[in-house]
């Protein structure tokens, strides 16, 4: 655990300013098996201090690579200049932030740093069932990933926390050959918060998951290529939860908006059918923890959830302080950074879509021609709400009834128009945390929603 | 301890693990940088950040640890560390180091002038506020990075290096109204200030056709034919061939449909691509390789035969493949015979593609995804831009036979690049 290098300095920031200052270490592992071969075994470990202070209208920042005292007060005093020196230059004359509440959040969940022995064990024991069980399979790869953020931060509004956030994760990849002999892939993220040995103790824990895997990839080899234009699709709670981050999301961060992003003129008004509502939550979500629980941010505002759709209606932005002022909204714990060299951004927690009230069966039932798209590789966005995301593993719907596999494709489409679109929303909601948000800096998210029914273009032959 | 302290340490360190071979590298970096937020200036970072990389490989297995720390008790902590994760692995024949000499190198720009550099970020918001008022300036991050380096290795190799660089990426779109552009970007790499950062790179093109952008049409038909890769696309399409196709976990996992093809012709014959870290417009290009070898640059594809595999020495020796010549993706393409022009007014019907927005391409090549910030192409000049279009294809198939390769090439600090244009494009909108 990090030492509290970061009180002394409390009341002693310069006056007239808005100063953070934050101690943090990552810790990542990393390991792969690519066919029963160990290609990768690394161990990351990452940690300095950071100073960010806020004056007439523009940030300064430093950082070391050093996690003592005296590092602290040097990257203070060079942020305090960094600062004053950029707003000679382009300041705007606006002082310091408005106050936000005094505090302190503490939340240092057990942390065993486990021997990489613990990782490599686990992943050839998974890989030795794979391999005895599914002999014909083309190939088969195993990462084993941990990361995990500490930080103790205080700001010069008195906010003091000290939080740790570890995420443990074992990807499967397969691979299989094709009608055509070219080869198709599957893989899935399982995992979540906490440490390794949270999740993960016996592979043959896992055994039931390799085997759906298996029947997942022996399936699509015989896929199709599905039929390109404008379909009405059922979206699953991955995709869901892709587009509620990519899609919505980043367009409602304020510094977007200001950007120019399309939710700017559409703050108040209908950017989607009744039946949706998103949040960006903080460290609950539906009764339950959220995916990667947040409880204050690194600008030491409170960590509370941030409502952006409701019943169909824009009705907030994700902000950090400085925003929060521009827009005359309250800050609600948004900004945050990745590493101790990093300053902090707007980004999303753990974001989603709410459930619904239509069970997933019925809702392939009403479709008459179209598509149940289950899984999703990556995702794009833009400023436009225009949306891409690659899809590793979907179904035909012909008649009400799931029919023939499809191969890899594309779906897209103007985030807005197709949430207006919706006319279904299942029951139960999909979360996933596996990936990292990029934007300037990665960041460990959360995005999950139910399956919906709407229309999006698909890609194909 | 600093840099030439910290690597020495560890080296010693390392050899007292009992481990046949192991390297370091120490590296201290230090970067400053203004941002620009909705068009204005927002931030003036300065970081300095350390980087310890340690390797061992005792008894054929390998270890591998990198901390920021460079303190006696911090690097005895990473020793061990990386000495428990090789005791844990499986022996494996493939990895080793290479044996190397004593080395010393200056790259770009080592010594920053910041002044000069706000000048140069005001002057080129300036230039886009006056030359193209439609563009809103999203963000702007303008930098300069050094960093001083020593890697030693138990074979021999002592490679210091002392480099610097100016960097500047921008994110914009087009405004008029209540509508908008698709968001668009660049970036260049460069190792002075001489010219305004406008002139680096394909910005200028790119902020005026962010302009040209608010307005789009949709393509109400689907069908095939030839789609125009700007170089910064073409980059991105040719990364995504050599990902599946000629890279490490391709060739490992055998899912490479190129991986008996070595000599043969698997492209153009007019293709011809290369990783050149050490060609002159590449800014601080790789010099040598984690495994100790120095970097010398290849060919990937010669006159349209695949050349080299792009593979680490580790996968090269588990496979029976050499190793690649360096680890960079430093592309440069040869260019063609033909201005951009020329290649457009030969084209019916087709797409000028910017940026694709894509799903990863399956295994067998296949790719779909959606053609951003572009084009039609109509009657042999470019026409109105395009929303919600799909482009999809077949990596291996589009390159087999291009259209053309343009006489005109980009040149980003990170690559060279022409146009690049190929037939049988599946183009299809809403």
Not at chain 1, 202 to 218: F, I, N, R, S
Not at chain 1, 338 to 349: A, G, H, K, N, T
Not at chain 1, 350 to 360: C, E, F, I, M
Not at chain 2, 89 to 114: C, H, I, N, Q, V
Request: hydrophobic fraction near 35%; aromatic fraction near 8%.
């Amino acid at each position: 655990m990090l030492q509290d290098i970061v009180s002394q300095y409390k009341g002693g920031f310069a006056p007239g300013a808005s100063t953070e200052l934050r101690a943090q270490r990552n810790l990542t592992r990393r390991l792969a098996l690519v066919s029963g071969s160990l290609t990768t075994n690394q161990r990351t470990s990452v940690g300095g201090i950071g100073a960010r202070v806020y004056k007439d209208g523009v940030y300064g920042f430093a950082s070391a690579a050093e996690l003592t005292g005296e590092a602290a007060g040097k990257v203070l005093e060079s942020a305090t200049a960094n600062a004053e020196l950029l707003a000679r230059h382009a300041g705007r004359g606006t002082g310091a932030l408005p106050p936000v509440a005094q505090g302190s959040e503490t939340h240092l969940p057990e942390y065993p740093d486990l021997p990489q022995k613990v990782y490599i064990d686990y992943l050839q024991g998974l890989d030795g069932y794979i391999k005895s069980k599914y002999p014909g399979l083309e190939s088969r790869t195993l990462v084993a990933y941990h990361d995990s953020m500490e930080k103790l931060l205080l700001s010069s509004d008195g906010f003091f926390s000290h939080c740790l956030q570890p995420r443990s994760y074992v990807y499967i990849f397969l691979t299989a050959k094709g009608r055509d002999g070219a080869p198709v892939e599957v893989f899935e993220p399982l995992g979540g918060f906490g440490t390794f040995d949270r999740h993960f103790t016996d592979p043959a824990g896992l055994y039931a998951k390799v085997d759906e895997l298996y029947e997942l990839v022996m399936h699509k080899a015989e896929g199709v290529h599905p039929d390109a234009g404008s379909k009405t699709v059922i979206l699953g709670g991955e995709l869901a939860g892709m587009l509620a981050h990519e899609a919505v999301g980043h367009t409602v961060e304020a510094d977007l908006v200001l950007g120019g992003s399309v939710a700017g003129p559409m703050f108040g008004k209908r950017v989607a059918s009744e039946l949706v509502t998103m949040t960006d939550f903080a460290s609950t979500a539906f009764g339950k923890a959220a995916p990667l629980p947040v409880y204050v941010d690194d600008e030491g505002v409170k960590a509370e959830d941030a409502p952006l759709i409701r019943d169909g209606i824009l009705v907030g932005y994700m902000h950090n302080r400085q925003s929060a002022q521009h827009f005359g909204h309250r800050p609600l714990g948004s900004a945050r950074a990745w590493l101790f060299s990093d300053e902090p951004l707007i980004r999303m927690r753990n974001t989603a879509v709410h459930p619904g009230k239509d069970r997933l069966e019925d809702m392939i039932a009403s479709v008459d021609d179209g598509y149940y798209l289950l899984k999703t590789g990556n995702g794009q966005a833009d400023s436009t709400g225009e949306f891409m995301f690659g899809i590793s593993m979907g179904y035909e719907i012909k008649k009400g009834k799931i029919a023939r596999p499809i191969l890899d494709t594309t779906i897209s489409g103007v985030a807005f128009d197709m949430l207006r679109s919706v006319d279904m929303v299942s029951d139960s909601v999909n979360w996933s945390s596996s990936g990292f948000c990029g934007k300037k800096q990665p960041m460990p998210v959360g995005l999950g929603g139910p399956a919906l029914r709407c229309r999006v273009t698909i890609g194909g032959r | 301890m600093n840099v030439k302290e910290t690597a020495r340490y560890a080296l010693e360190k390392l050899r007292a693990t009992g481990a046949q071979q192991y390297c370091c590298e120490a590296r201290s970096a230090r970067k400053s940088e203004f941002n620009v937020d909705g068009g204005l200036f927002s931030l003036l970072r300065t970081t300095i950040d350390n980087r310890l990389d340690l390797t061992l490989i005792k008894d054929q297995r390998r270890g591998k640890v990198l901390i920021n720390e460079f303190t006696r008790e911090g690097v005895d902590q990473a020793v061990a560390d990386c000495l428990a994760s090789a005791e844990s692995a499986e022996s494996d024949p493939a990895w080793t180091l290479y044996e190397g000499g004593r080395k010393s190198f200056t790259l770009g720009a080592p010594e920053g002038d910041m002044d000069k550099l706000f000048e140069r970020s005001r002057e080129l918001l300036e230039t886009i506020k006056r030359d193209y008022p439609k563009v809103m300036v999203e963000q702007m991050i303008v930098e300069h990075d050094s960093a001083e380096s020593l890697y030693l290795s138990s074979l021999g190799a002592e490679y210091a290096t002392r480099e610097g660089r100016y960097a500047y990426s921008l994110m914009f779109s087009g405004h008029e109204g209540e509508k908008t552009s698709s968001f668009n970007g660049c970036g260049v790499s460069a190792d002075s200030l001489d010219q305004p950062l406008i002139e680096l790179g394909e910005a200028r093109r790119l902020l005026a056709e962010a302009e040209r952008q608010i307005d789009t049409v949709q393509t109400d038909s689907k069908f095939v034919g030839p789609v125009v890769f700007t170089p910064g696309c073409a980059a991105n399409m040719l990364y995504e061939l050599l990902s599946n196709y000629v890279m490490d976990g391709v060739i490992l996992d055998g899912t490479s449909q190129w991986k008996d093809n070595l000599g043969d012709a698997v492209a153009d014959p007019r293709l011809t691509v290369s990783a050149a870290p050490l060609h002159p417009g590449i800014v601080c290009g790789e010099r040598y390789q984690a495994d100790g070898r120095l970097s010398e640059n290849y060919d990937i594809i010669r006159d349209g035969r695949l050349a080299s595999f792009m593979l680490s020495s580790f996968v090269a020796r588990k496979t029976g493949r050499e190793p690649a010549g360096n680890g960079s993706m430093n592309l440069v393409v040869k260019e063609g015979e033909l201005p951009v022009e020329s290649i457009i007014a030969g084209i019916d019907k087709g797409l000028l593609v910017n940026r694709f927005s894509g799903g990863s391409p399956s295994s067998n090549g296949d790719f779909s995804g959606v053609a951003k910030n572009s084009f039609l192409i109509e009657n042999g000049r470019i026409g109105p831009a395009v929303s919600e279009t799909m482009i999809s294809g077949n990596l291996a198939r589009m390159f087999e036979k291009l259209r053309g390769l343009s006489r005109e090439r980009v040149a980003d600090g990170e690559m060279l690049m022409p146009y690049i244009a190929v037939d049988g494009i599946t183009i299809s909108g809403k």
